[in-house]
């Protein structure tokens, strides 16, 4: 009994290396069957093939440079992750002090996704919000005027947005919302890193979930309305559960794009090597410590592999967010009997 069992995966690998066998001979014979097509075919039939190998190039490039990107970030981090004073470890240790060899990278995983996580719990329900009401119930005069602000939020430098925090936001956590809470506190915080990125956010939000609306049937809401629903409900229970994958690609994107946020991150976290337990404690970002110690780290070998190594968590956390949303979306198109 014991046999076929330890039988069947061996089969099932034996499929597999078959079927990669078999599409690997089928290659030469694509290629040499692609051009005999070229050279049957009419001019625009030529045109038209020669139109999509030239649409072929730049997405085999993209996919090239983003495996160039991680093979050399690789490269790079393999000194710190087999070092004695390293090793995959590093990556839940909470303690960074390259003076004493210690090289914990968990402090600043921890602080991007907990600056992530206050950022999207504030510009996700204030985004599908104002999708909403673009979308449902805001008038056509003012529709286009919206979205073009909103499309110019999201054109402005993050630098903008940092010097602004710096001067208005943290004064105000530092005087007016800290006191309520009985804290003393700089403004320098986890509190206004998330605040600030999450209006960095917000156009990115409102823009993809408006998109996700707008591309809703326009029959699903007369059907609603005919059955006697008001137009609030019909927004919030059709149309929104209809375009519920396209927001959740919104978010499962601003993810990707909070986590690699610097700038803004950098001036106004406090930029502290501790783990902030509250709000209004001081907090280090993954790409801050990059922007502050790469260019002191990189005559020395191991500490500098220990930033190429953040680099690396966060390029893959930014691929991952990216998947995850690919795959909701897919999924979602499924379960509505779209694809």
Request: glycine share 8%; aromatic share 8%.
């Amino acid at each position: 009994m014991s046999d076929g069992t330890n039988a069947q995966p061996e089969i099932e690998q034996n499929e597999l290396m078959t079927r990669l066998v078999l599409k690997i001979r089928q290659v030469p014979s694509s290629i040499v069957e692609t051009f005999e097509n070229f050279k049957d075919a009419d001019k625009p039939g030529r045109i038209d093939m020669m139109g999509k190998a030239g649409l072929l190039i730049p997405a085999l490039a993209s996919t090239f440079i983003i495996i160039l990107i991680l093979t050399f970030l690789w490269y790079e981090s393999v000194p710190i992750l087999t070092s004695p004073v390293g090793g995959p470890g590093i990556i839940v240790s909470p303690t960074w002090d390259p003076n004493r060899d210690l090289y914990g990278i968990g402090i600043f995983i921890l602080g991007s996704l907990m600056c992530t996580a206050i950022a999207i719990g504030i510009a996700v329900p204030l985004g599908v919000s104002g999708a909403i009401f673009l979308s449902e119930f805001c008038p056509l005069k003012l529709r286009q005027s919206i979205r073009m602000i909103i499309e110019m939020m999201a054109a402005i430098p993050s630098i903008v947005y940092g010097l602004w925090a710096y001067i208005v936001l943290v004064p105000w956590i530092s005087n007016f919302v800290s006191p309520i809470f009985g804290i003393e506190t700089n403004g320098l915080s986890l509190l206004a890193g998330g605040l600030i990125l999450a209006i960095m956010l917000l156009p990115t939000v409102v823009t993809i979930s408006n998109d996700a609306l707008v591309t809703v049937p326009r029959a699903l809401r007369e059907a609603s309305l005919a059955l006697g629903a008001t137009h609030s409900e019909t927004a919030r229970k059709v149309v929104l559960g209809a375009a519920l994958p396209g927001i959740g690609a919104a978010v499962v994107l601003s993810l990707g794009r909070a986590v690699g946020e610097t700038m803004a991150v950098l001036m106004v976290t406090g930029n502290s090597l501790q783990i902030a337990y509250s709000l209004f404690d001081p907090m280090y970002a993954m790409t801050s410590i990059l922007t502050n110690q790469l260019g002191y780290a990189f005559v020395f070998p191991i500490w500098r592999s220990a930033l190429f190594a953040v680099g690396l968590i966060l390029l893959l956390m930014s691929i991952m967010f990216t998947i995850t949303a690919k795959l909701f979306i897919r999924w979602g198109m499924k379960t509505r009997g779209l694809t």
